[in-house]
């Protein structure tokens, strides 16, 4: 678990995996860092990649677009894919066009609207 993931902001604790509303069902720390360790790391850069991009997403789909925010979002991810590259494993083409896509919608977003 991370530092003070069982508390956050006063809030119901906080787990690895989400909000834990029952202690009961809350996995251990060891037993959390054991789901971390076997879990591919690609798969995990993964995951994170498709989050940023959706929170890219938000900010573009907003009214008015929050292009700063969704433009260092981008630029981050596009980072991110750049440098990993193929080590991304089977899916890393997956990423480049998701990358692509989200920049192609940044582009529209931030051009004058032509009336």
Do not use: W
Request: hydrophobic share 45%.
């Amino acid at each position: 678990m991370c530092p003070n993931s069982r508390e956050f902001l006063g809030k119901a604790p906080i787990g690895y995996f989400g909000p834990v509303t029952n202690e009961e069902n809350a996995l251990s720390e060891q037993e959390e860092l054991e789901i971390i360790r076997s879990t591919p790391v690609d798969v995990v850069i993964g995951n994170h990649i498709f989050h940023l991009i959706q929170l890219a997403a938000v900010h573009l789909a907003s009214t008015p677009p929050g292009l700063e925010q969704a433009s260092l979002v981008i630029d981050l991810v596009s980072a991110m894919v750049a440098a990993a590259g193929d080590r991304l494993g089977e899916h890393a083409d997956l990423y480049k066009n998701a990358v692509a896509e989200v920049q192609q919608v940044y582009v529209r977003a931030a051009s004058p609207k032509s009336e």
